[in-house]
């Protein structure tokens, strides 16, 4: 047996007794009912890492060790002792081990099925909220010391380095990371590796496969993100994008006994999901995140059962016949007898010469903690005048010596909520330049210097800015419904009221009966949150209509 490294302190530090908390004797009790005894030997491997559908294992009698296996070797993270218990979120998603366990003893435990497991946390309300408790916190744990299957190499001169961070850290995979442009050993590792610095990002799986600069769904499939597809199945629900308004529906469907798939182009929160603070949503007085509102809503959905395939785009629906068929783009297709849309919308490229050349290095749509440890201390801009825009310039003016807010209209008044108006013009290190755009970016590998218009003078402003922040309009994310539902002139889709009759005679509505709120010109098909044309760009309005269109679904599968 491999000796461990010496635990790591801080993963546990103030926070031991929720992370690993001891059940009592009632608990026990309870608990062992959902499984089967199961006596286990000196030094047995119980679970390694890259193990899928593993079960939860509940500590009678004797001690497991679980340690973190990496290139130097293992890291014990804790031992477990009669009345606790393995694992952590994964359990309730369904993806791979992180971690590895082996008794430490001889041992006796009660072996608990996944699915045993999820109907114990969806029914013993005390246990569940002890269970997800801890395994949310032991996740917590492996993302902050960096203790996963992962090991990514990249450079700030590397576009795609951004977008794997961002990919890892929105689906909370815990991963190292190891910077080429700074680590003094990085040409021994590449050479070992056999890549070079042209194949940067390189992405270390479980220390057994090499990926060069690979996609999100390479990524995804070497992880072990997402579940085999069942392409024979006709699911009651399947949900298209897992922003706030289609993990609402998800929680929703899932929580309704409903079988439910969500179906994710990018990375679970949407538009949202990259917010850095959010204070205006119900229940958050102090605010919340987008990642993590949309990781708890995440968490919630997978407990109830919901199935998340994440960097798994919809090319295509099939609106000929029912069920619905929904292509994804790596050739697979999914059944649906009802389907909610809820693929939200992206911010507007401005049409400046090589823009697209400094996406990642330099130019970004999104401020999260990711982006402001690139910024550091640097001088940034933020383009736009929408809420979005406001929550990233108030964020990155903690960090950044200043921050240019530039905005087409005459002010802030008519597009952002009133708090975030106050705080820009409390925030001493943020100017806001009012009818102005960016008109030119310039450099060399990256983005190194900008140039924006006042356009009632003309006047121009240049300076030596490396980092801009573009959050400005809304355009739908509609383009792989090619004419199967009414749109509205601006792309967005048209539902209920909005349905003219001559709108459903030209899309042949087959039914008696008018669509429902929420319902699309395709029955039993929904739109909700931003990719619905009138619909309010809040986050709450989006949840409600994700929540709301789930009982109109249940009134589609009843006819």
Known sequence: MTEPLPPSSDVMAGRRAQMFPVLSAAQLGRITRYGELRDVAAGELLFDQGQADLPMLVVLEGEIEVVHPSLEGERLITVLG????????????????????????????????????RTLVQTDAELGELLLRAFILRRMGLIAQGEGDAVLIGSKHSAGTLRVQEFLTRNGHPYSYVDADTDPKIQELLDGLHVGCGDIPVLLCRGTKTLKNPSNAEVAECLGFNAVLDEHAIRQVVVVGAGPAGLAAAVYAASEGLDVLVLEANVPGGQAGSSSKIENYLGFPTGISGGALAARALTQAEKFGAELAVATSVSELGCQRRPYELAVADGRRVRARTVVIATGAEYRRPALADLARFEGLGVYYGATSIEARMCGSEEVVVVGGGNSAGQAAVFLAQTAAHVYMLVRGKGLAETMSRYLIRRIEDTPNLTLHPHSEIVAVAGETRLEHVTWQDTVTGERTSRPLRHVFLMIGAMPNTGWLAGCLALDAKGFIQTGGDLTPETLAAFAWPLARSPMPLETSLPGVFAVGDVRAASVKRVAAAVGEGSAAIQLVYRVLGE
């Open 82 to 117: 009669p009345g606790e218990f393995t694992g952590e979120i994964q359990m309730i998603a369904g993806r791979r081990s992180l971690v590895r366990g082996r008794a430490r003893t001889a041992a006796r435990v009660v072996q608990i099925a996944r699915a045993r497991l």
